[in-house]
């Protein structure tokens, strides 16, 4: 005869199994969103990403020459940033990282999650190599000043399943709820992050050039290409013009 907290343990168990289904393929999911995504990126700047950024320079260097020596005039600045940042999205220059500010509360809470889990503390050679893990974790998201993630370390550290030790029914009861409750929690998050990619303007701009693809419309990325680079030769012809106009003219006197 099955005892009740076996029986709870049966159906805990299944729930636990269903859940890591859910799981895996909403992971599954999210892991393509994020490679199709920098796939599309990359495409997208190798065929429209280089022509914005030859077509903003092309137009510093007019706003330059029509500037002349206000240097601080509105549209030469405007042109240089915009210069700049294609540039910069493309890759072609290496942008700083902004420093990340240590507070005085990033360096308690690091404090306390290594008193917390610290590897010394271990009493067993996997206790101490899962501690070792999450410890690595804690020294990623501190050197990132990423206080959230600490946190959330900590809380599951007094949570996870694999500190529970034993094989009697009520340990792995104990087990098996935190485990649900673990993958609760990363499945509503997987969601979240899947929820936040499919949002954004490069998600969006994928599903319209798809769209656009299948009812016959054809590569809108390469008719923007040809639309960027015909505005590319107007500017040549203009800088060519103004460099023409403000070069000095040769004065030839008759003797």
């Known amino acids: 005869m099955i005892l009740p907290e076996e029986q709870e343990l049966l159906h805990l168990e299944s729930k636990q199994a269903a859940l890591e289904d ?39 260097q007019i706003a330059k020459i029509q500037a002349g020596d206000e240097l601080l005039n509105a549209a030469l600045e405007a042109a240089q940033q915009q210069a700049l940042k294609s ?18 509360e990033l360096k308690q809470l690091f404090r306390q999650a290594a008193k917390l889990m610290h590897p010394d503390r271990a009493t067993t050679d996997a206790e101490r190599e899962r501690r070792t893990g999450l410890m690595a974790q804690v020294n990623v998201a501190y050197a990132k000043g990423d206080q959230a993630t600490i ?14 030790i034993g094989e009697d029914v009520a340990s792995r009861l104990v087990k098996v709820i935190r485990r649900i409750a673990q993958l609760n929690r990363r499945l509503n998050e997987a969601q979240q992050e899947i929820a936040t990619q499919k949002s954004g303007e490069l ?15 054809g590569d809108l990325l390469a008719d923007l290409a040809k639309h960027i680079q015909q505005q590319i030769l107007q500017c040549k012809q203009e800088l060519d013009l103004l460099k023409r106009r403000s070069s000095p003219v040769d004065v030839k006197w008759d003797n």
Request: proline fraction near 5%; charged fraction near 25%; aromatic fraction near 10%.
């Open 22 to 60: 859910q799981v895996a393929t909403a992971e599954l999911m999210l892991e393509t969103l994020k490679a199709e995504s920098v796939r599309f990126q990359h495409y997208y700047y190798q065929t429209i990403g280089r022509l914005y950024v030859e077509l903003d320079w092309l137009n510093l």
């Open 87 to 104: 540039a910069a999205e493309l890759g072609a220059i290496e942008v700083q990282p902004t420093p990340v500010k240590i507070t005085p």
């Open 151 to 164: 946190e959330k370390l900590m809380i599951e550290f007094g949570q996870d399943p694999e500190a529970i």
């Open 203 to 217: 998600f969006e701009l994928m599903k319209t050039l798809s769209a656009a693809k299948k009812s016959g419309r």
